[in-house]
């Protein structure tokens, strides 16, 4: 976190007060894109591990800072941690060291975000993502420009990941705007997957995401931005 402070302090004095914005911004919106691998479904007695992999690009024009992304499977697919590994570990514990939780793993990712997204510049954020299995929720670890951990509950077929405030705010008045995610998730231990299909409807998985926005000075045109996507499937 250190890192972010001081580049978020730095921001700060050069662009001042650049951080909340006059103008008016366009409505957000967002590009969604997924697909399982294998391609070839389970089914309801026989369920199948995949390998899911998710992007949401936000649009930066939006300027707007994300404070949760909710993600929502289809019947045909099933997202559950029971019979995994669970991580126990605190935030710090991991972000110290992930693979306190080596064995709760379970696959890759990255995220990009703009500090201060009204400046002339803003100052790109990079950040390398571990998915890590909790109880009911899955445990984002970022490292790179930041270090936080993001927790995603699981309730029914939706996963809603909450994005901590550190990470919206770094400092007082400056703001950070979401411009991607992408994740790759698969795990399983014997008749248990972290990610299962158990059927395809139309030859797809229905995908929907919504992002919900933080109420900034320069309030979002509009407080969520929603978006579909198809992952392919037989």
């Known amino acids: 976190m250190r890192k972010l402070l001081m580049a978020a302090g730095a921001a700060a004095l050069v662009f001042g007060t650049a951080g909340i914005a006059n103008a008016q911004t366009p409505e957000p919106t967002i590009d969604v894109t997924a697909s399982v691998s294998p391609t070839k479904a389970g089914t309801k007695s026989k369920p199948k591990s995949e390998k899911f992999t998710l992007a949401v690009k936000n649009d930066t024009n939006s300027k707007t800072t994300a404070k949760s992304i909710k993600v929502t499977f289809p019947s ?4 559950a941690t029971k019979g995994l590994p669970q991580c126990t570990k605190s935030d710090d ?63 029914g077929r939706s996963m809603t ?34 990610v299962a299909s158990n059927g395809c409807k139309s030859k797809k998985h229905a995908i929907n995401v919504t992002v919900g926005y933080a109420a900034t000075p320069s309030a979002p045109a509009k407080p969520s931005a929603s978006g579909a996507t198809d992952a ?3």
């Open 76 to 79: 045909t697919l099933k997202l």
């Open 161 to 194: 990941i909450a994005i901590t405030p550190t990470l919206q705010q770094p400092v007082p008045g400056t703001f950070s705007a979401l411009v991607d995610l992408t994740t790759t998730i698969s795990k399983s231990k014997g008749k248990s997957a972290l």
């Open 93 to 155: 514990a991991l972000i110290a060291d992930v693979n306190a939780c080596k064995s709760s793993i379970a696959g890759k990712g990255s995220a990009h975000a703009l500090l201060n997204p009204f400046a002339p510049t803003p100052a790109p954020l990079s950040f390398k993502v571990v998915p890590v299995i909790g109880k009911n929720e899955m445990l984002f670890v970022l490292s790179g420009s930041a270090s936080a951990v993001l927790h995603g509950k699981i309730s």
């Open 232 to 234: 392919k499937c037989s």
